[in-house]
């Protein structure tokens, strides 16, 4: 039984990457390298096999794996949260009781999407689901998936162990609506890195996302200066991050965030194909040229990756 309540999964929480080699097999040491690399940067928790993480390239035994890792790896240090969704509800219910057996403290989920699926469609996968696990669930709420609306996301949280969102879309003024209509007990996580602020000044509980793998330190201290009411110093750090994540977007982000973590010395491996990897490339070099240059215009230091350049 998991040791970390619902009401203690705040903070910042990376949607961890997946390790993989060159061949496309789960990298086991490096992805226990960036577990304790994460975990010594001080963050709250690991959000893990989502989409940073590559899920929907990997067969639900993979999945599996990689869970079982990182559960035995983090061995209780942080809540570890499982993204177990997927198209189908008996593949997602079926992972989703896995992961519970495995040891994690919470589980999350995507809406089933493609097709268009009804609100009475979406209510029956995300109760199915609760019925499969007693553990915390996080609704993952995106706008490539489906898009919920406040009145679907109040029924939803009717459901009894269903305890919060995360909410990966810039309308954050939903989350005053989201916390006065269902209450404050139900937790939300800003799934936008780049507006990491406005999710916590509009009432975010935490935060998810996928730079907090290569800049963890940055929005770590992001989460304390607002906890602390330091919003200046907030906005500055927000700042240098959205550099570097406007940047990297261009260039096709979790290639990006692999590099620069392999940068530091963890084998953060490739990313599966269609996507393409950057190591060893001619782009490589490119990039870090560029970053050079970004960090001496926009004084980036602080920034880990970047000061092992």
Do not use: C
Request: aromatic letters at 10%; hydrophobic letters at 40%; charged letters at 25%.
């Amino acid at each position: 039984m998991s040791k970390f309540e619902h009401k203690n999964l705040n903070g910042v929480m990376p949607a961890m990457i997946t390790s993989f080699n060159k061949d496309e097999s789960i990298n086991k040491e490096g992805l226990r390298k960036i577990i304790n690399h994460l975990i010594a940067e001080k963050v709250s928790g690991l959000y893990v096999t989502g989409s940073t993480g590559e899920t929907f390239l990997m067969s639900p035994e993979e999945k599996k794996k990689v869970i079982d890792i990182i559960v035995e790896e983090v061995n209780g240090r942080v809540p570890v949260i499982a993204h177990v969704g997927s198209i189908g509800t008996k593949i997602t219910a079926d992972l989703a009781d896995y992961a519970t057996k495995a040891g994690v403290d919470g589980l999350s989920a995507l809406p089933p999407f493609y097709y268009n699926f009804t609100n009475e469609e979406i209510f029956n996968y995300y109760s199915d689901i609760a019925k499969s696990s007693h553990l915390p669930i996080i609704i993952y709420n995106i706008d490539r998936a489906n898009l919920m609306d406040i009145e679907t996301l109040k029924k939803l949280a009717a459901i009894e162990n269903i305890k919060g969102v995360k909410y990966t879309a810039a309308t954050h003024f939903n989350f005053e609506v989201i916390k006065k209509d269902i209450g404050n007990d139900f937790k939300i996580y800003n799934g936008m890195d780049q507006m990491a602020i406005s999710g916590l000044i509009s009432g975010a509980d935490g935060l998810i996302g996928s730079f907090y793998n290569l800049m963890p330190e940055i929005f770590v201290q992001i989460y304390e200066n607002m906890k602390k009411g330091n919003i200046s110093e907030a906005k500055k750090l927000q700042t240098k991050a959205n550099i570097i994540i406007l940047y990297a977007v261009k260039k096709a982000g979790y290639s990006f965030i692999k590099m620069g973590l392999n940068w530091m010395g963890l084998d953060s491996g490739y990313v599966r194909r269609p996507f393409t990897s950057f190591i060893g490339k001619e782009i490589e070099k490119e990039i870090k040229k560029d970053l050079k240059d970004l960090s001496l215009e926009n004084d980036l230091s602080g920034i880990k990756f970047l000061d092992a350049l």
